[in-house]
């Protein structure tokens, strides 16, 4: 599975966990839709789950005039997906290109203003903890 197709996927799975309180195999599992595990879905998806609260919190503390639990489901589980990815992942993804895919993603699933809103959380999200 590609990696646009592994973080798209873990989007939906998080979006499920998040909205309805779906256990992670299971979400996963109901993502997949028939096809092959793929390690890197799994390991978005855990990752997430396992650094939610340090995410939420950069992610909080990068907020203008937004609480993270107002924000639009798709918005706050890509944001959490695309921070993960960067401050929290082990592989060496050049920052830019979690963006530019997150902006990517946005396009597709989240409404008309999402992309502008992830690009600008997350490029503070990115010159913030850079600076840490």
Aim: hydrophobic letters at 40%; zero cysteines.
């Amino acid at each position: 599975m590609k990696r646009r197709t592994a973080r798209e996927k873990a989007l939906q799975a998080l979006f499920q966990i998040d909205l309805s309180g779906t256990e992670m195999n299971e979400a996963i599992h109901h993502v997949l839709d028939e096809q092959r595990e793929d390690a890197y879905l799994n390991h978005l998806v855990s990752g997430v789950l396992q650094h939610k609260a340090q995410i939420d919190e950069l992610i909080s503390n990068n907020l203008e005039n937004w609480k993270l639990d107002r924000l639009a489901t798709v918005d706050r589980n890509l944001l959490r997906l695309s921070t993960f990815e960067f401050a929290f992942s082990e592989d060496d993804i050049p920052v830019n290109v979690v963006i530019n895919e997150a902006i990517e993603i946005a396009k597709m699933y989240g409404d008309d203003q999402s992309p502008k809103f992830i690009n600008s959380v997350l490029s503070k999200i990115k010159d913030n903890y850079s600076e840490n």
